[in-house]
């Protein structure tokens, strides 16, 4: 699946996935260098 950061919030990033449904990921789960509009593959 693959997501596009949002926005950072705290400790996690906000991503929307493809079905346009918003997720919580731990910042330290995502490259150091990853801004927002970055799309990550994300594995299930």
């Known amino acids: 699946m693959k997501v596009i950061i949002d926005c ?4 996690f ?3 929307e ?3 346009k ?3 919580n ?3 330290s789960r995502i490259p150091r260098d ?3 509009g970055d ?3 994300v594995e299930e």
Request: charged letters at 45%; aromatic letters at 4%.
């Open 13 to 15: 990033a906000i991503c």
């Open 25 to 27: 990921i731990e910042k």
């Open 8 to 11: 950072f919030e705290g400790k």
């Open 17 to 19: 996935t493809d079905e």
């Open 39 to 41: 799309v990550l593959k």
């Open 34 to 36: 990853a801004k927002e």
């Open 21 to 23: 449904k918003m997720i």
